[in-house]
C-alpha cells in the first residue's frame, strides 16, 4: 500500500538568535549546530521580579560580572591549597577567644542551635574542661557564658554538627599563591562522636584524644612530610571513585600511605597505637582536610568584588545560608530536610534533624556533587546506577561556570567536574545545589541515624540574585 | 516530490534456530529477540580441523564439558583466599630443595632463560649466599648447579621475571573451601630490583631486605590480624579503579590501612622505617597478594577432571603456556611480544623483552583484563578512553564462560567481570586473552622499559582444543 498523504515542505535551514538568557545559547552550542529545538520552560518559574534582575545581570552588567566571575574561577581553579601545620585553634584561627565556640552554618544564638549541635557543644564545653558535666555546660551555654561564632567567618569549616573549642587542633592548609590560610578540625571519626550530635562521655572523650593525642601526633608528622598537596590527593581520589565529600575512602588511605614513613617513627607506645587505630578505623579521615583545601580557595575567591559565584554555603541544622564573592552579607532561610535518604534499620524520616555542616564548601570547589558521576558508592545514594550519578554532576554543570581543570571524570571522557556555582543560573534554572550528607538524629543524641542528598532552597539564591541587582 | 519505488514486502517475523556453536545462541539471547542478523564470520578462522574438534566439543560432548566447567567455574567464584602467614619458601611451598630457584612460566633449563630472567636468577643466587658475586652465580646456573622449576608445578606464581630462592619469605594463602594453598613472593617494589631483570647491587640487596627485614614484620603483622579476605579487599578495589594487575593502588592502600594497627606495634627501629618507607613507595604491593589468591583458587578448580576452562596461563620470557583443569600437561607456544606499549622515553620495541610473568593467573579469576573496563588508569594503556578499557572487558567476556559475582563493573551497570576462559571459545572466536603487563629490557639488564599489552599466542589453546577432543 503506497502512501497518499500529501508531503509537508520543511524549511531545510533555520538559525536560532540567542535573544536573552545564556542557557538557551549554551543548548545550541551543545548540540554542536545552528538549528535547535528547545524544550523552552519560563526562566525563574516565571518569576517577574527574578527575571527583571536576571535581565539586568544578564544584559548591561553581564561584562562587569562575567570578567569578576573569571577571576573567581581563576582562584578556585588554580589556589594549590597545602597542609602545612597542625595547631591548637587558639593558636591559629583568627578573631577567637578562649571562650568561643566556633559552630557550622550561618551565626546563631544558642535559642536558634538545633538539638544534634546543642549537644554537640555541650560535649565540647565539657572537654574543654569549663563545665564538669553535661548539665554544668547547658548551663553555661544558656546562660551566653561562651561566645558561639559562626565558623566561616573565621577561615574554618566544621562538618555536620563539629563545634570546636578553642583547645582543639585543627589543620593547618595554606593557599601559597594567595597567601590565604584556612582550617578545619581533625576528623572525629564514625560512631559515638560529637560531630554526629553525641554528648556521651565516649564522645567527650574522642574530643579529649583528637587534643592530647591525634593532635600532637599529627603535628609531627605534618612537620616530618613538610607539606602536602591537598588537591592532588583528592584529584587522585576522584580518579579512583570519591566523590571526596560523602566518599573519601581512596583518599584517605593516599594520604595515610604518604604519612606510614613518619608514623613509623614516632614509636610504638600505647598512644601511638591509639593513634593507628583510629586512622584504620577513619575512612572520611580526609575530609576536613579537603574542606579546609577547600576554604583556603574561597577565602581566595571572595577577595573579588562583583562576582555572581557563591563563596560560601553552610547549614547549621536550622538555617541554610550563602554567601557571594566580595560580600559580607549571608543570604539566609530555613535548613531543608535531607531527602533521598537511605536510613539505618529502624529510623525514617521522623528521625531526620535538617542538614547541618559547612561541608558544601566542598561543592563550590568542583568536589562532591560535582564529582558524584565518577562515585560508585556515592551512586549507591542517588538511585543505585552510574547515570543516576551522571545525573547529579549534569545538574552542577547546569548551574556552575565553569570546569575544573583538576578534577577529572574518567566516566565522563576525563570532563572536569563542574566548578563555580552562578547565583544567576540557580535562580535562571530553579536548580538548587544537592549536598550528600549523612543525617543526624532530630532529638534524642543517637548520633548518625542515615544519609541522602539535602537540596539547598531557592529563596538565598533568589535574595543574592536581588541583591546583586540592587548593588 | 513522492516516492514511486516499489516496496518490498518484509516477513514481519522470523526466528533463529541455533545450529551449532553457541556464541549465535548468545548473540541472540543479548539481543533479547527472536530476530537477529549475525555478522558471520566462519568459527576457528576456518580451520577445518579445529572446527571439527569444536563440533565434538559443543556437539556430543557438551553436557559433560559443561557440567565439569560448571565445578570449575563455581570455585574459581566462590572460593575464598585468606592471607594467613608469610613463611620463608623452603618451609612451606611444596616440592622445592634448598638448591631450587622457582621461575615463572612454563619448565624451561637454562639454555632457553630470557635475558632479564637469568639476571633475576643469578642476582637470586647471591642473595641466596650460593656464590658470592654474578659471576660465580652464573658459572652454577649455567652447570645445573641449581635445580630450576616451574613455579607453577609448586602451588606458586611469580611476577615478571621474579626467581624465587627457598630462603625467600612468601606470602601463604589459604583456600578453605577447598583446602588448597598457594604461594606468592612479596613484591620487590619499582626500581632497581631483579624482578624486572636486574641484577646490581641494589636489587641484591632488595632481595636480603625482603628476607631480613619485610618478610619478619609481616610475619608478624599477619599474625596479628589473623587473616586478611584477599579478595574482598579485590573487590573494593575494582570499584576504585584498581584491574588487580597492572593497577593495584586501591588494594595496597585498603591493605596498609587494614595493617597499620599492626605496624605502629612493631616499634621504631631502623628496620620499621626501612619497612614504613618501602610500602610508601610501592603502589604493586597488592599484586602478589593477589595473585597468591587467584592461584589458591586456580589449584582448587583443577582438581576438577574434562573441563575445557583454562587453569594456568603463564609465560618466562621464551615461551608461553597454558594448562586446562584436570591436567599437568602445558600447552606451549613461543612467548610473544608485548604490544600497544607505551616506552619511557628513549626505549622502543627493540628494547623490549618477550611477554614473562605468571601474573596472567589473575586473567583466570575476573581480574586484569576482564576488569579493564573499570580502571581509568588501565585505559590509558589501551587507548585513553573508558570505552577502549570497556572494549578489552568486552573481549574476555566473549571467551569467559561466567561472570565473576564479587568482582563488579560499576560502569558497566555492576556486571561481574568475565571470569573462566574457556579454550572452546578462544578457537571459536579467534580472540586470546589479553594481559597488561610492564616490560623489560631485552639483552641489556636495564630493568623495565615500559608498559603494554600482550596477546596470547592462539596455537596454545588450539592445541588444548585439539587434545580435548582427542581425550
Redo the contacts between chains.
Keep these: ?3 497518499t498523504s500529501p ?1 509537508v515542505e520543511l524549511p531545510i535551514e533555520a538559525r536560532v538568535v540567542n535573544v536573552g538568557l545564556p542557557l538557551f545559547a549554551d543548548a545550541i552550542a551543545a548540540q554542536g549546530a545552528d538549528v535547535v529545538h528547545v524544550d523552552w520552560r519560563p526562566p525563574a518559574g516565571g518569576d517577574s521580579v527574578a527575571v527583571r534582575a536576571l535581565t539586568d545581570l544578564y544584559g548591561p552588567r553581564s561584562l562587569d560580572i562575567d570578567a569578576a566571575n573569571a577571576e573567581v574561577l581563576r582562584r578556585l581553579d588554580h589556589g594549590v591549597p597545602f597542609l602545612i601545620d597542625v595547631r591548637a585553634a587558639i593558636d591559629v584561627v583568627p578573631g577567637i577567644g578562649d571562650r568561643t565556640l566556633l559552630h557550622p552554618g550561618p551565626p546563631c544564638t544558642w535559642d536558634d542551635v538545633c538539638d544534634p549541635l546543642r549537644r554537640s557543644m555541650r560535649a565540647t564545653v565539657v572537654a574543654e574542661g569549663w563545665a564538669s558535666d553535661i548539665g554544668g555546660a547547658h548551663a553555661m551555654l544558656a546562660s551566653r557564658d561562651v561566645e558561639l561564632a559562626a565558623a566561616n567567618e573565621h577561615a574554618t569549616v566544621l562538618p555536620m554538627a563539629t563545634a570546636l573549642g578553642p583547645s582543639m587542633p585543627v589543620w593547618v592548609v595554606a593557599n601559597r599563591e594567595g597567601d590565604t590560610r584556612a582550617f578545619a578540625p581533625i576528623g572525629q571519626g564514625p560512631g559515638d562522636v560529637a560531630w554526629y550530635g553525641r554528648e556521651s562521655p565516649t564522645a567527650i572523650d574522642r574530643l579529649a584524644f583528637l587534643r592530647d593525642v591525634a593532635g600532637p601526633l599529627l603535628a609531627q608528622i605534618v612537620a616530618q612530610l613538610g607539606s602536602i598537596d591537598v588537591f592532588a590527593i583528592a584529584a587522585q581520589g576522584v ?3 570519591d566523590d571526596v565529600h560523602m566518599r573519601t ?2 583518599s ?3 594520604l ?3 604519612m ?2 613518619a ?6 607506645d600505647s598512644k ?2 591509639a ?3 583510629y ?2 578505623s577513619n575512612h572520611l579521615f580526609f575530609l576536613t582536610v579537603a574542606m579546609a583545601g577547600a576554604k583556603s580557595l574561597t577565602l581566595y575567591a571572595e577577595q573579588v568584588l562583583g562576582s555572581s559565584i557563591v563563596t560560601t554555603m553552610a547549614r547549621n541544622g536550622t538555617t541554610y545560608g550563602i554567601r557571594l564573592s566580595g560580600r559580607d552579607r549571608w543570604f539566609v532561610t530555613e535548613a531543608p530536610p535531607v531527602a533521598d535518604a537511605l536510613y539505618y534499620a529502624g529510623y525514617g524520616p521522623e528521625d531526620a534533624a535538617l542538614d547541618i555542616g559547612d561541608s558544601a564548601v566542598l561543592e563550590l570547589v568542583g568536589l562532591g556533587g560535582p564529582a558524584a558521576a565518577g562515585s ?2 556515592v ?1 549507591a545514594f542517588l538511585g543505585g ?2 547515570s543516576d550519578a551522571a545525573r547529579a554532576t549534569d545538574d552542577m554543570a547546569q548551574i556552575c561556570a565553569a570546569e575544573s581543570s583538576r578534577f577529572k571524570l ?2 565522563m ?2 570532563r572536569g567536574t563542574p566548578l563555580g556555582v552562578d547565583v544567576r543560573r540557580v535562580v535562571e534554572t530553579g536548580i538548587a545545589p544537592k549536598v550528600n550528607t549523612g543525617i543526624l538524629h532530630v532529638n534524642a543524641g543517637l548520633g548518625q541515624v542515615g544519609a541522602g542528598v539535602a537540596t539547598a532552597p531557592l529563596a538565598g539564591f533568589r535574595a543574592a540574585v536581588l541583591a546583586l541587582g540592587e548593588s
Tied chains: 1, 2.
Design positions: 500500500m503506497a502512501s508531503r580518579q579512583m571513585g575512602q581512596a584517605t588511605n593516599l595515610i600511605r604518604t606510614l614513613p608514623i613509623a617513627r614516632l614509636g610504638a601511638t597505637i593513634f593507628a587505630e586512622l584504620a560508585p558508592a551512586a546506577s552510574m574518567p566516566v571522557g576525563f
